[in-house]
């Protein structure tokens, strides 16, 4: 099969963000004798790069530190600039299927050149790009939003007026059947379960997608779209490359860690004022950052760390693929603070995988994976005062530590294993391209 991936990044020219596991599925396909070609942003280069695996010439708007341009001659600029690179990769790669993943900065109006183009397109979602960001989209917002200037609304009527959109839309999609917008108010004028989407996907059909978790659908599905077929592949996990025996419940707690970004949601700062509570109350007890992070927000962090005189160690990110599976083995207990929703969890799966008890906070898409006092212990997002709880139950309590890690790791291998990720995936990519002309 010859797969062209369209994404907004892709390593090593990335943002940390879940382009690594676009890239990791990528190589996984090219293995099983697939050939992919990857269409991408020029994210971390000044000009363009174009070889026969990766096409880095697409623009970004408003993301990863690119400038956000909202002017209409500019908006168009982009436009043109991506829908002619999409329509060159078509052309001369000839993908039997297209795989779309992270959509965040890049012109949503793509996803309908893609469906009048009428090639088979798998969706893997991701991130909230679809629920959160797609209405915000600057050109599509700028053709369809109610929240525009006047002078806006007026250019835009008499561009419909004179028949200009028609022409505009046959290169740059504006993502609206104008004649729908009658029916569209009549409907946000009732009383509906759930909210619409925006205009511009009135009559968008997500054909084939999947998510990689239930709180990703469902919140989807809350933004009022129809996905509600859509399965669910959670991300694998490189089992034998992070598995390591589970410590016996003799062994004592002594180093916790945290892993991930740290910035004003990862729930860094309630870690270490539930450390500060552990050590008043005589648990001798030392924690591990590893992440990098906001200047401002590692320096208050670093300042707290001072002022309580708390045995915190920060160490060093070089190259978390290698360095992860050695960070993972050398302590005790995992800890998953984060205080806002994400749209997966890998972190947590890969300290199960290495035999690590973990602790994490009630986030929907944690709680796919951790059930309390069954595989972890769960505390409810913030509160110190259960953290710190739970930090003293794993320490004092040997038997229940090591039976929830072995649990844990358990799942992991059964259900996460990555390859097993990897088969779910290609014979869904296969099944769609079979039965694409069906749908």
């Known amino acids: 099969m010859r797969i062209l991936i369209l994404t907004n990044l892709y390593p090593p020219l990335h943002a940390g963000t879940h382009d690594v596991r676009c890239q990791t599925v990528a190589d996984a396909l090219t293995t099983r004798s697939h050939v992919v070609q990857v269409l991408t942003s020029n994210h971390?280069?000044?000009?363009?790069?174009?070889?026969?695996?990766?096409?880095?010439?697409?623009?970004?708007?408003?993301?990863?530190?690119?400038?956000?341009?909202?002017r209409f001659s500019d908006l168009r600029s982009i436009e043109l600039h991506n829908h002619r690179l999409l329509w060159e990769a078509l052309e001369e790669f000839r993908p039997n299927l297209v795989y779309v993943w992270g959509m965040r900065g890049l012109n949503k109006s793509l996803i309908f050149a893609l469906n009048r183009a009428r090639v088979p397109t798998v969706y893997d979602v991701g991130d909230f790009w679809i629920s959160r960001q797609l209405s915000r989209d600057p050109w599509l917002r700028w053709w369809n939003g109610d929240d525009v200037s006047p002078l806006c609304k007026a250019a835009r009527w008499m561009l419909g007026l004179s028949l200009i959109r028609k022409k505009i839309d046959v290169l740059t999609p504006t993502g609206l059947n104008p004649a729908a917008a009658g029916v569209n108010k009549m409907l946000r004028d009732g009383e509906r379960m759930r909210r619409l989407p925006p205009l511009f996907m009135l009559q968008f059909r997500w054909r084939r997608m999947y998510f990689c978790s239930e709180a990703l659908k469902e919140e989807t599905l809350d933004a009022g779209y129809d996905v509600e077929n859509a399965p669910v592949f959670y991300p694998?996990?490189?089992?034998?490359?992070?598995?390591?025996?589970?410590?016996?419940?003799?062994?004592?707690?002594?180093k916790l860690l945290i892993v991930g970004s740290m910035d004003e949601t990862s729930g860094a700062m309630s870690v270490l004022e539930a450390l500060r509570l552990c050590r008043e109350r005589g648990r001798n007890i030392k924690l591990s950052i590893y992440g990098k992070g906001e200047t401002d927000y590692m320096a208050r962090l670093k300042s707290f760390v001072v002022r309580h005189q708390l045995p915190v160690d920060f160490l060093t990110v070089s190259d978390p693929h290698r360095d992860l599976p050695k960070v993972y083995?050398?302590?005790?207990?995992?800890?998953?603070p984060v205080e806002t929703d994400v749209p997966y969890a890998i972190t947590p799966l890969e300290a199960m995988?290495?035999?690590?008890?973990?602790?994490?906070?009630d986030i929907k898409s944690v709680l796919e994976l951790v059930e309390h006092r069954e595989n972890?212990?769960?505390?409810?997002?913030?509160?110190?005062?259960?953290?710190?709880?739970?930090?003293?139950?794993?320490?004092d309590d040997g038997k229940l530590r090591s039976r929830l890690a072995g649990n844990a790791q358990a799942m992991v291998f059964k259900q996460f294993d990555e390859s097993m990720v990897f088969d779910r995936i290609e014979e869904f990519l296969e099944t769609s391209l079979e039965t694409w002309s069906d749908l």
Do not use: C, W
């Open 44 to 70: 971390g280069i000044r000009t363009e790069q174009k070889d026969e695996e990766i096409r880095r010439q697409l623009l970004l708007n408003g993301e990863y530190g690119h400038r956000a341009v909202s």
């Open 236 to 254: 694998g996990i490189q089992t034998q490359r992070f598995g390591s025996e589970v410590k016996p419940p003799d062994a004592r707690v002594e």
């Open 329 to 336: 083995r050398s302590h005790d207990l995992l800890i998953y």
């Open 353 to 361: 995988a290495a035999g690590l008890p973990v602790i994490v906070s």
């Open 376 to 395: 972890g212990l769960v505390f409810h997002r913030g509160n110190v005062e259960e953290l710190a709880a739970g930090i003293q139950v794993m320490s």
